[in-house]
C-alpha cells in the first residue's frame, strides 16, 4: 500500500530539492557548511529517483538528515560563521 503524503509537504520538499540540485538559492546556514551538499544530494536523487511522492519524501529525509548530522558535527568545533561583506 502507496502511503499518501500531504501537497503542501511535497511541494516544499521538492522545491527544496531542486533548489539545492539547481544551486537556485544559498542557504547561509547548512548548505555552506557541509563540504558539498549539493553533490550528496545529486548523488541520493540519482540513487533515490525524485519524481514520485515517495521519493521526494525519502530525498528529503536524507537532506534533514544530512542537516541533522553536520550540525551535530559542528558543535564540537570552535567556530564563528559571519556573513560576506560586499
Known amino acids: 500500500m502507496k502511503k499518501k503524503y500531504d501537497k503542501q509537504y511535497i511541494e516544499s520538499a521538492n522545491k527544496r530539492i531542486w ?48 542537516v541533522y548530522k553536520e550540525t551535530e558535527n559542528i558543535q564540537t568545533f570552535d567556530i564563528f560563521f559571519k556573513k560576506k561583506e560586499a
Not at 563540504?35 to 534533514?64: N, P, T, W
Open 19 to 66: 533548489e539545492i540540485l539547481n544551486d537556485k538559492k544559498e542557504y547561509d546556514d547548512w548548505t555552506q557548511i557541509c563540504f558539498s551538499m549539493k553533490d550528496a544530494v545529486q548523488a541520493a536523487a540519482d540513487i533515490f529517483g525524485c519524481s514520485s511522492d515517495e521519493e521526494i519524501h525519502k530525498l528529503y529525509c536524507f537532506i534533514r538528515e544530512m
